[in-house]
């Protein structure tokens, strides 16, 4: 990357990071990942069977038809001169159900079962056809159920990946309720969730549902079927409420957490942490940072980077500092999201040259800026109508590549016009395009804007 300019006293970094997000990012907890350990998978299967001639079958169906279905099967079944296994008529059913309704697909499969004695199928068998009954567009619950019927009158109980499979189907496909009715339908009948997929599910009704729905079916599942929430779905639910700015909501549930012998980690800090710098409540977030600590439980990055964030919010910049050095005493470089927070609270204060000397600091600690650094400075220079500073930020910024985002290129382009440059304006609006910074229309109405601005101010007299 090439130099700064003199006036701005450091060097840039040969390479540009990824932009960060405006808040510091938390990592979601491990346990909210869709779990294949140890789970039945319903993927086409491959034959694997040694020494056999017959290769895996790779969707020969053409047509949804379910008689040429039928008629291709028992052609395939009548010239094999191998037996026809589990895995050979699971990819079948598969491979048809990719193309078929879940009434012909079914269809197939009870064909399947009476034309082929030594077939006994499975629960994998059995999970094919759910998953395609829950995925199926306008497929009606009834559908659901009907394949859980074959189940069990073929004698094979539902469990728990059943659950898991018909869960996570019914999510993939929007249909958050029939997912959460059919749990609680499960659970009475044959076997409560495991925890991921209980979590899993909370995640999904905490995400499109009420918190009342929510409640009610923890209530329900603590109650009749003895499913207790665990530390990851107290995360879940309040990570919930501090989205929604319920912090209030959000320490009651940390009491309910401890009252059930849970301990509060890290993660969930922050996740607290988070809702208060959010909200610019800068005390109640230093006041988590320091249950933290009482608790024993050690501060990351994400928090340090968390709490810098809303004290700049909120003005307290001097504060932010502190921590920030703090930060570095407990093992933990300042990134470039720190800085960037910590430049933003400076130039909110009208501390812009402070702001833009920290950049210097920062490249010398090895840290580089990234576009979200070098937005925000530009920003900052052009509210503080440090226009020579701001140009020569921007002229950077563009021999690097760095994109620039609409808050600060809307506010470049109308201090340009209103400092009657129009030309430059134009020069900035053609890079914001070309980079594609903005969208043409985004790009274009602001320019738009602020030239309309300097007509009407040049015939009001306002500006010569």
Known sequence: MGKIP????????????????TFPPAPPPRDFRNRVSGRESVKTPQNTDQGSSREPLRNPFKTPDLSDAKSLFNSIAST?????????????LQSYASIAAVD????????????????????????????????????????????????VNNGVEPNQVTTD?????LCESGRIIDAMDLTKELSEKHSPPDTYTYNFLLKHLCKCESLSLVYEFVDVMKKSFKVEPDLISYTILIDTVCNSKNLREAMRLVSLLGNAGFKPDCFLYNTIMKGYCTLS????????YKKMKEEGVEPDRVTYNTLIFGLSKCGRVEEARKYMETMVESGYEPDAVAYTSLMNGMCRKGETLGALSLLGEMEAKGCAPNACTYNTLLYGLCKARLMDKGIELYGLMRSNGVKLESSAYATLVRTLVRSGKVAEAYEVFDYAVESKSLTDACAYSTLEISLKWLKKAKEQGLVV
């Open 6 to 21: 003199s006036s701005f006293r450091s060097m840039t970094s040969t390479q540009l990071v990824k932009k960060p997000t």
């Open 80 to 92: 094999s001169k191998i037996p026809l296994d589990l895995k050979f008529h699971n990819s079948v």
């Open 104 to 151: 012909d697909t079914v269809n197939l499969f009870t064909h399947i079962l009476k034309s082929q004695r030594n077939f006994s199928p499975e629960p994998s068998t059995f999970h094919i056809l759910l998953s395609h009954a829950c995925k199926a567009p306008d497929s009606p619950l009834s559908n659901v159920h009907r394949v859980l019927n074959l189940m």
């Open 165 to 169: 499979i018909a869960v996570r189907s």
């Open 281 to 288: 409540k800068g005390s109640e977030a230093i006041g988590v």
